[in-house]
C-alpha cells in the first residue's frame, strides 16, 4: 500500500517537476482564467523563450489567490498582474497604498514588480445598450433607482474587496438578485437578458462587440489597474537574460492594441500563442516559432494527460482503501470511524480540496492525484466493508471449522465473496475520477478539462465537446472494462445475472 502511493508521487513529481539541462534556466510562466491573462503570459513566456529559457506556460491557473499562493510557494516563478489587484486584493488588508510602499511591501515577500506594460485596464460595469437607455442609465449612481435589475458578476469580482462589496456599499446599490457566474458565461448572459449588467474589463473586446454601455465610475470606486509582470526576486540570479527582454515589455502595449489582441482571440479565434507572436514580431522585432497543434496531437495528449491523473490516483486508493476497508469490517467501532472520515471527505469541494493541495504539492498533476485519491477513498473503503460484512455467518464458522488461518481464510474465502461488491466500489470510484479529473485544469493539470476550460472561456463550443466528449466516452469505457473484469475475477456463482 505505502510502496504504491509513494510510487505514485514519485512519478507525478517526475513528470511536473524541472528537468534542467546544460545551463538554461528552467521558467515557469502563470496566467488566469481570462483571455488577455493568458495573452499576456503568452508573451512573457516568448520573452523568456528568446532570452533562452526552457519555458512551461501554465495557463488558466484560476484567480488572483491561486496565482498569487503559486508565485510565493515558488511553484510559479512570473505572472502578469494588475497594479490594483495588488493594492486591493493581494495587499488589501495590510493597507499598504503607493507603489513606492507596495515594491517595497511585495519585496519583503520576495517578489518584485515591474514597471507598467503601458495600458490600464480598470473594472467597469457594463449593461446592453437598449436597457441602458429604455430606463436612463449613464452611471452606476443610476443603478441605485432600479431595484429589480438583475447582476451577474465574475466570482472572484463577488468576493475581492474592490468588487461587489466596494460597488455596493458606496453606492448604496439595492439589488438582491446578484449572482456569480463564470466571467465569458456574463456576458452571453447579458445577450440573452438573463441578466442585466455585469463586470467588465475595460479592454474586453466583447464590449464593442456586444455593443455594451460601459457605465461611469462616477464615484471612483475602482483603482487603476496598470498591468504590470510579478516574478520572484531570486530569477535576477538565476535568469538575469529573462529579465533583461522582460524590461523591453515596458510600456509597449497600449490599451488599444490589448484590445486588439483579445479581439483576435475572442472573435476571430486565432490562438493566443500566435497572437502574442505577432505582437512581439511586429512590436518589437522578436521573432518566435509557434507550433501549431493537430486536433488529433491535442486529443492524444489530453488523454494521455487524463489518464495519467486517473491511473495513478485510482492505484493508490486502491492500494490504501482494501486494507482500510478490511480493518473496519474486522473491528466495526472502527468502521464507523473510517466511513465517517472518508465520508467526509467526499463532502469537501474539489476545488476547495485542490486549492488547499498548493501550499503542499504546488501545481500540477501531484495536486490533481492527491485530491482525487482521496475522492476514491469513500467507494471502495465501504464497498470492501459491506462486502466482508455482509458474508453470512454460516459460511464463518464453516471456514473456521475447517481451522484455516485468519489470512487464510481471508484470502480463500473472505474476499473472493466479497469481491462482487468491492469491484463495485472500484468501478464507482474509477467512473468518478474520470469526471472529477477535468477540474484538474484549472491549476495546471491538463487532461481533458483544459479544453472545457478554453472552450468556455472562448465561448467555443467545438473546444468544449472536445474534452467533454472524450471524458464521457472514456468514463464508458471505464465501466465497460470493468464489467469484462467482473466475469475474470468473481467467481461464477456470485457474478450478476441479466434479468429473465
Not at 475474470?488 to 441479466?498: C, D, E, I, N, Q
Amino acid at each position: 500500500m505505502r510502496r504504491a502511493w509513494v510510487c505514485a508521487l514519485v512519478l507525478a513529481s517526475c513528470r511536473t517537476g524541472a528537468r534542467e539541462d546544460s545551463g538554461a534556466p528552467r521558467i515557469t510562466v502563470g496566467s488566469k482564467s481570462f483571455t488577455e491573462s493568458v495573452i499576456l503570459g503568452e508573451v512573457v513566456a516568448q520573452m523568456a523563450n528568446w532570452a533562452g529559457a526552457r519555458v512551461d506556460h501554465r495557463r488558466e491557473l484560476g484567480g488572483t489567490k491561486l496565482l498569487w499562493s503559486a508565485l510565493l510557494a515558488g511553484y510559479v516563478d512570473v505572472y502578469p498582474e494588475y497594479t490594483g489587484t495588488i493594492a486591493q486584493e493581494i495587499l488589501g488588508k495590510s493597507g499598504i497604498r503607493g507603489d513606492e510602499a507596495i515594491r517595497q511591501a511585495l519585496a519583503e515577500r520576495g517578489v518584485v514588480v515591474s514597471a507598467s506594460l503601458g495600458f490600464n485596464n480598470t473594472y467597469a460595469i457594463g449593461m446592453r445598450r437598449a436597457v441602458a437607455d429604455r430606463l436612463g442609465i449613464r452611471t452606476i449612481s443610476d443603478l441605485a433607482r432600479h431595484s429589480e435589475l438583475r447582476f451577474g458578476f465574475s466570482n472572484e469580482f463577488m468576493d475581492r474587496a474592490d468588487g461587489w462589496p466596494a460597488l455596493r456599499n458606496r453606492y448604496h446599490l439595492p439589488q438582491q438578485n446578484v449572482s456569480g457566474v463564470d466571467h465569458d458565461v456574463a456576458y452571453r448572459g447579458l445577450q440573452s437578458g438573463a441578466i442585466d449588467a455585469t463586470d467588465l474589463y475595460s479592454t474586453d473586446a466583447e464590449i464593442r462587440y456586444y455593443q455594451l454601455r460601459v457605465l461611469e465610475d462616477d464615484l471612483h470606486v475602482f483603482p487603476e489597474y496598470r498591468a504590470v509582470v510579478l516574478y520572484r526576486a531570486q530569477l535576477k540570479d538565476r535568469a538575469p537574460e529573462v529579465l533583461r527582454a522582460l524590461s523591453r515589455l515596458e510600456g509597449a502595449i497600449s490599451e488599444d492594441q490589448m484590445m486588439a489582441m483579445n479581439a483576435r482571440v475572442k472573435l476571430d479565434r486565432v490562438p493566443e500563442p500566435s497572437v502574442a507572436a505577432d505582437f512581439l514580431d511586429e512590436k518589437l522585432g522578436v521573432h518566435g516559432e509557434v507550433r501549431e497543434e493537430t486536433l488529433v496531437s491535442r486529443l492524444l495528449r489530453n488523454l494521455k494527460e487524463h489518464l495519467f491523473l486517473v491511473s495513478l490516483s485510482l492505484l493508490a486508493a486502491i492500494a490504501f482503501s482494501l486494507p482500510l476497508g478490511v480493518l473496519a469490517a474486522r473491528w466495526p467501532r472502527l468502521g464507523e470511524i473510517v466511513l465517517g472520515v472518508v465520508g467526509i471527505i467526499q463532502t469537501i469541494p474539489s476545488l476547495a480540496l485542490l486549492v488547499f493541495m498548493i501550499p503542499l504539492l504546488g501545481i500540477g498533476a501531484r495536486p490533481s492525484i492527491v485530491a482525487l485519491f482521496l475522492y476514491s477513498l469513500l467507494p471502495i473503503v465501504r464497498n470492501t466493508y459491506s462486502g466482508l460484512r455482509g458474508i453470512p455467518i454460516e459460511i464463518r464458522e464453516s471456514a473456521e471449522a475447517l481451522g484455516l488461518p485468519r489470512f487464510a481464510r481471508l484470502r480463500l474465502i473472505d474476499l473472493p465473496i466479497a469481491s462482487r461488491s468491492i469491484l463495485a466500489g472500484i468501478k464507482t470510484s474509477a467512473v468518478i475520477n474520470v469526471g472529477t479529473a477535468t477540474l484538474g485544469a484549472l491549476i495546471g493539470a491538463g487532461g481533458f478539462g483544459q479544453p472545457i476550460l478554453t472552450g468556455i472561456r472562448l465561448n467555443d463550443v467545438g473546444l468544449i465537446l472536445q474534452g467533454a466528449i472524450p471524458a464521457a466516452a472514456l468514463a464508458l469505457l471505464v465501466q465497460a472494462v470493468f464489467e469484462v473484469a467482473e466475469r475474470a475475477l468473481v467467481p461464477r456463482g456470485l457474478r450478476s445475472t441479466p434479468s429473465s
